[in-house]
């Protein structure tokens, strides 16, 4: 069982950084952030299997490989930016990690724009 | 009958596929924005048989396209007459390259046809309303027989909005 993996490396990390956070601070943000990583590569095959079902769903319902790219864009982009924020916000820096969660969201807009041009357009053309 | 049959298995395959990305989505306060995309890509899903119907109406995924490259190379404006013009053409170049790519790996995935070439014939000028509109398209065949001509036919002409009678199927 992977999870119970995961969950005992988390609970393990988080009774080294209990300790560490009070005499050095700086090594437990690494920590958090290296553990961070792990347990984000570990889930990276099972998250590679559902995207390729995904794929194979998109492909049968005719959604146009544009849209299904931009959405995966969009999730990938949430995942990134939230990774980034959070470990900011451990690290007590408030103001970084709104920064970072500011980029997300424009980013976010940026790649959903095309499909709300394309949509007006769309509408624009039914009306008499 | 069967129109209605496709459009109503297109969008709930779409829905599910809807819900299971808005699982993936991790509770941050990104969820609302990433949400709202995925409303709009229903909404383009649903809309697009109803252009179908209509004459001069535009292709969604082609106005997406072009918004979307013109979006990324913002130097656009900035260029000349003549360039413009060479980028308009390349974009529509592109967009049909793309949908034969499509169209291939569909029949590929489907139903197992390999090396089909796809010659399309859409409305190209970019700066038409309908752009990216099909009005023919012919598929070449090469050593396969054992599929169903008419089948396939369906399946292009439901998810291109191109009449049945515009495809043509040339066994070589």
Redesign the interface.
Known sequence: MEIFQIVVLGIVVLIILTVLRETNPEIAVILSLVTGIIIFVSILPK?SS?VEV?N????????????FV??LK??G???I??FG?QLCQDANEKNLASKI?IA??VM????????????V???L??MP | MEFFKNWVVQVVNIAILAVILEMLIPSSSLKKYAKVAIGLVIMAVILNPILGFLKTAPSIEAQVFKSDYLLKNSAFEGLSEKAKEQTKILIAKEYKNRLSQQIREKLESLYNLKGVEVEIFMVEDLDKKEFGKINSLILHVKGERNFNKEEVKKLISAFYNVPLKNITIKEE
């Open positions: 998250l559902v995904l194979s769903l998109a492909r049968k319902s005719g959604l146009d490989t544009i849209y931009t959405t969009i999730i982009i949430a995942y930016t939230e924020s969660e997300g969201k976010i807009i940026f790649l959903s724009i095309p499909i709300i041009i394309g949509l357009e769309a509408i053309s039914i």
